[in-house]
């Protein structure tokens, strides 16, 4: 498993999204991890944008590596200079600037791809002071918020990113208590198959309400070990993804 994207042998640095540092969060924990080498279009990146702010994305370009890098290249430079833009001010409204990012990010997609090219994602913003995270789920698999033994779904809230030129996004926000946890999957760990029957939406509901682990690393390497072992072999059908934020007081 990999906690960072992943170079071909003499594939030159810039041909893939930027690696990223997971930036540590006061009271909590964040970490993404892909099993294996990334095949298809998922990446994640993650900004510190002030002391109290981090925000976080996981994207899913469509199309293999090869395809995408002309597109998920310049999204990733565009996610990190807008995020700073426009929630580095204390003053900034986190679920107006949510909207924005995303009309900006969707923007830079057709542009690079001078058309359509279709990229569900999830995009975050934790506020470490007020414990709050804002976000708009543009066509991704819903992220989990575990509360005990209830799992709250952040389903869809806009349509996926690189389709219409013209379309507005809605932001939603959660508050997270002491010990909940969010986890977020790509459409590689529902769509994960044994013979007939896919991994789906259920199961990882199933494994966030068993496991009660402290770390966000711990929860993603965890549930990719399940996918793994549900397959019975490595995963090579898709990328497949987990991302996790922990507060642990």
Known sequence: MSTAANTAPGAMPFEDPLQCNIPG????????????????????????????????????????????RPVAIPLQKRFR?????????????????MVELWIGLNAAIMRAASGVHACPAFLGCYDEELHTLSYVNSG??????????????????????GLFSHSIPDSSLVA????????LVSKGVVEARQRHEEYGLDRVKEYLQEVSFDSAHETCVGLLA????????PP???DVTALSLVRSR
């Open 176 to 183: 997270l208590g002491p010990t909940q946890t969010v986890l």
């Open 140 to 161: 991704h698999t819903p992220a989990l918020v575990k509360d005990g033994q209830q799992i709250q779904e952040l389903k869809a809230t806009a349509l996926p990113m």
């Open 236 to 238: 090579t059908h898709n």
């Open 25 to 68: 969060v006061r009271g909590g924990e964040m970490a993404a991890v892909y099993y294996g080498q990334r095949l298809c279009g998922d990446f994640y990146d993650f900004v510190r944008v002030s002391p109290r702010r981090v925000v976080f994305a996981l994207f899913d370009v469509a199309g293999n590596r090869e395809k995408n």
């Open 81 to 97: 200079i807008e995020a700073a833009d426009l929630l580095q001010p204390d003053s900034s409204n986190e679920l107006e600037a």
């Open 226 to 233: 399940r996918v793994r072992q549900f397959m019975g072999t």
